[in-house]
């Protein structure tokens, strides 16, 4: 017996206003608690215009996005409470920081959802502690690193306590020690009950860290398996890119590499 999943995208089909073609044509993914979630497929697939979809920030011109098999409303109360449940994080974080300190800008979303200050203090607090930034709390978000600002973000989604979090190429660009503490956030979000999915590039991203991969190839998704299935299949590891991985023999093969 299959459970409800927490989020479901159902069909999904969107063009985006004066584009000449659709960003989404039938695209379909459900997220269930506890699933990590590599969103995979070339530039212009789709990956972006899809996760804006779950939290409701695009609202489809064909299909159903679906809270707990409940199709979302797009009023105002009843997107806030979306929000509450799916998190996202954009590619680009300087878009998410705005207030004068960190703690004020990691507090600024619970306020806004009608938390109480001191709520909304120990919310940024945790997700400060949790994204390894407490220490940065009395600075200005404009004055912190690439990674740092990356945690912050990460941090102000986190202090909405989502269930759900979405996370749209969040780990490129890093170096991998900030790579890494960034995926150990994602993993304890999973392991407390909740579900992400991580939009990559990052074949080792995908492979080792994911526990599905879901692939998207021209505004669908096309095939949602677990890694080991896409790169034992010689097929399917080359629509991912795969087999244009310059560095293959780094991590050893489940098969050995075609003979050129
Ligand atoms: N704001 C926008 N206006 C018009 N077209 C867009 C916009 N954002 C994305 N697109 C187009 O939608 C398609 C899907 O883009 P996107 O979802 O960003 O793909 P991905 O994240 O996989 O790279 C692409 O053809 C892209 O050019
Ligand atoms: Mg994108």
């Known amino acids: 017996m299959t459970t409800t999943p927490l989020l479901a995208f159902e069909a999904l089909h969107y063009r985006y206003p004066g584009a000449d073609a659709p960003a989404l044509r039938g695209a379909s993914l459900e997220v269930r608690a506890g699933e990590k979630i590599a969103l995979m497929g070339r530039n212009g697939s789709g990956k972006s215009t899809l996760l804006l979809h779950g939290n409701g920030l695009l609202r489809p011109q064909q299909g159903v996005v679906r809270w707990q098999g409940e199709a979302i409303a797009y009023t105002r109360p009843a997107l806030r409470a979306l929000r509450n449940r799916v998190g996202l994080i954009f590619q680009n974080p300087d878009e998410q920081i705005f207030a004068p300190t960190l703690l004020q800008d990691l507090a600024f979303g619970p306020l806004n959802s009608g938390a109480s200050e001191q709520e909304a203090r120990q919310r940024a607090e945790w997700a400060a502690a949790r994204c390894r930034i407490e220490h940065l709390l009395a600075q200005p978000p404009h004055a912190l690193s690439g990674g740092q600002k990356l945690c912050a973000a990460l941090a102000g989604v986190l202090a909405m306590r989502p269930t759900v979090l979405l996370a749209d190429e969040v780990t490129s660009g890093l170096d991998p020690w900030m790579r890494r503490n960034v995926l150990s956030i994602l993993d304890e979000h999973v392991a407390e ?31 949602v398996a677990p890694p080991r299935e896409f790169f034992a299949s010689p097929a399917w590891r080359a629509r991912i890119g795969a087999d244009l991985w310059l560095f293959s023999d780094a991590t050893p093969m489940h098969h050995a590499p075609r003979s050129t």
């Open 193 to 223: 009950g909740g579900a992400v999915v991580l939009s990559t590039h990052e074949l080792d991203v995908a492979r080792h860290w994911a526990d599905k991969i879901a692939l998207m190839e021209e505004g669908c998704v096309v095939h």
